[in-house]
Every structure is written in C-alpha cells, then in structure tokens.
C-alpha cells in the first residue's frame, strides 16, 4: 500500500509542475482535472472520504467544468488551434 500511496504523490508532484509548464491551456485544465482525481484517490487511501467526496465534487467536477467554459468564453481553445493548423 505504501508503494502505492508514494507512486500517486510522485504523479501529484509531477502534474503540479506540468501544468505550470504546459503552453497550451487545454492540455494544463486536463491535466489539473487528473490531479484532482488522483488527489480524491489518495484522500481515500489516508482514510478521509469526506475530503475525497468534496475534492471530486469540487475540484474535478464543479472547477474542471468552469475552467472549459471560460476558455470556450474567451475563445482560447479556437485560438489554439488554429494556430497549430498553421504550423
């Protein structure tokens, strides 16, 4: 189980520093939104299903939905691309 819970927080670390990373937001709101699952995951692993229902709901649910539709409002992800068609 130890493994377990140590090879999760390795992926929260390396997500965490991907999205600062990443160009395109698009990619960096999917790659939150599986942060936030991994992160209710290991909520459930340390025995509080309380924060990993609320961190589901909240964070991956509610927050993920609301991070595509102010990209889709300011027409961030059309941009995107088209500006990968054109290279």
């Known amino acids: 189980m130890m493994?377990?819970?140590?090879?999760?927080?390795?992926?929260?670390?390396?997500?965490?520093?991907?999205?600062f990373l990443r160009q395109r937001l698009l990619d960096?709101?999917?790659?939150?939104?599986s942060y936030s699952v991994v992160l209710s995951a290991v909520w459930l692993l340390l025995l509080a299903p309380d924060l990993a229902i609320t961190e589901a709901a909240v964070a991956t649910g509610i927050s993920g939905v609301l991070f595509f539709v102010v990209l889709k409002r300011i027409q961030a992800?059309?941009?995107?691309?088209?500006?990968?068609?054109?290279?």
């Open 28 to 33: 960096a709101v999917i790659i939150y939104a």
């Open 77 to 87: 992800m059309d941009a995107e691309h088209s500006l990968d068609e054109e290279v």
């Open 3 to 19: 493994y377990l819970e140590m090879a999760l927080l390795l992926y929260l670390i390396v997500a965490a520093v991907t999205v």
